[in-house]
């Protein structure tokens, strides 16, 4: 072959090349995500930097608020609830497809054998027509060269997306976890309010079968009777729609750890303890830990790196082949070394013209990674709404729960003089019934704010990632020494890197 025609096979390949090379796609920078706070809103605390911990341990968080019980039932959810057990198996499905992906690296080798009998043109001694059989066995191997990185990308993007997989997993768990403890809180708050309810029926009742001698002695109206039965009607009903909640709850308890709601029971308890307290200073480092933000950031980095596998669409591909075997159309003959037949290759293939779907494959995997990035941002942003939330939900409970105990105070000693002073004559049967009913929708009141309070501490406890604790930033606080309070940027900001370009 000459100098002139190697140069003109060769012009083709290098002005595909070239091509490639200037068709690369537009640049693409995703929005960047949302700077941190200098400071929550509801608290004034230290600040720590952390690197992304979306794999750090969260401890057993739930132990913090004393129950026995709660650790028994979140015990029972981690082994055999139906949305860890799906999560656990997607993320396996991840880690199949990233052994497939890794696979594709490697020289592809198999064996293979065959017999065909057909006919065969006039060749080899044959006649026209006449039928022969060809046996064949041997062993072939591939190995596509990854010269421009498109295999590698491909498996960079699927280990990310595992490890999307593995921060949802977490995600999940923690989600569970967190809604059997805010069921079981609720039940056990169902259960103080259905004892305050029966004190409540009961006094009511005694209350009845007191006028109702007084009616019949004829020292009261049929008036204050009816005013009476309906008082206690009324609370008995009440008392009857939280029986119905309580055994709402219990069913969807049983369905969050696993269990069949017919076969699954929880006793009352008493449900006197406060929940456990924010501490002052919580660092927004413990916000690296949340596995929904880190899933997000996984996933937005593997559609990062799939625009770049998208644009080595427009480079070659080169795959190396090899073949090694036996072939006779004698079987007695195919194992003799004067049959043996080998072959060595190599194959290079890059479309010239394909009517733009390179090029809009580039642009679909530039707006799957935009999508990717502005889900990511707003993962980010919800997570600080949500500790926000949360932190200004207990702080007003707080006040809440402060001003009822004083409203309560006041009921019960509004009740105790309505019911001495009708005792004496000086007010109706009806007064002193409105002032017991209104001492029982205060402490209502205040059971309920109770029970919101612990829901607000769970959610907390949830957005944080798992828990307020942060031993490493605790670490951190303890090296700074003593009353120095150093601020620095939060470690929020170090979930945001965002590369912006494909090497």
Known sequence: MNKKTFASRLTPLLAALVLAGCASGPAFEPTAPPAAPAAFKSIDGRWATLPPAEAQARGEW?????????????????????SIQAAAARLAQARALVSATKADRLPQIGV????????????????????????????????????FGRIAKAGDAAALDAQSREALLQSTRLLVQADVAKTYFAVRALDAERALMRESVTAYRDTLRVIERRYQAGDVSELDLARVRTEVASIESQALALDRRRAELEHALATLIGEVPSGFGLAESDWSAAPPQVPQGVPSSVLARRPDVAAAQHAMLAAQTRAGVARTAWFP????????????TDLSELFKWSARAW?????????????????????SANALWDAAAASYREQVLLAFRDVEDQLSALSLLSDQASAQAQA?????????????????????????????RSE???????????AAQYQATVD???????????????????????????????AVETLALIDGRIP
């Not at 029982?440 to 109770?450: D, E, Y």
């Not at 406890?461 to 939060?490: F, K, N």
């Open 317 to 328: 591909d080169v795959t190396l082949t090899a073949t090694a075997g036996q072939v006779s």
């Open 440 to 450: 029982l929708a205060n402490r209502r009141v205040a059971l309920q704010v109770r």
């Open 62 to 82: 739930w132990k913090a608020f004393g129950d026995a019980r709660l650790d028994d039932l979140v015990a029972r959810a981690d082994l055999n609830s139906t």
């Open 343 to 363: 072959g060595v290759g190599a194959l290079l293939s890059l479309p010239i013209f394909d009517g733009g779907r390179r090029e809009a494959g580039v642009q």
């Open 408 to 436: 309560v105070e006041w009921a019960s000693r509004a009740t105790v003089l309505s019911t001495s002073r009708y005792r004496n004559g000086y007010v109706s049967q009806l007064e002193a019934l409105d002032a017991r």
């Open 112 to 147: 293979g054998a065959s017999v065909v009998r057909q006919t065969l043109p006039l060749a080899g001694g044959t006649l026209p027509g006449q039928a022969a059989t060809t046996a064949n066995v041997g062993a072939t191997a591939a190995w596509e060269l990854d010269l």
């Open 460 to 490: 907390l406890i949830r957005a944080l990632g798992g828990s307020w604790e942060a031993p490493a930033a605790r670490t951190a606080a303890a090296s700074g020494g003593g009353e120095h309070r150093q601020r620095v940027l939060p």
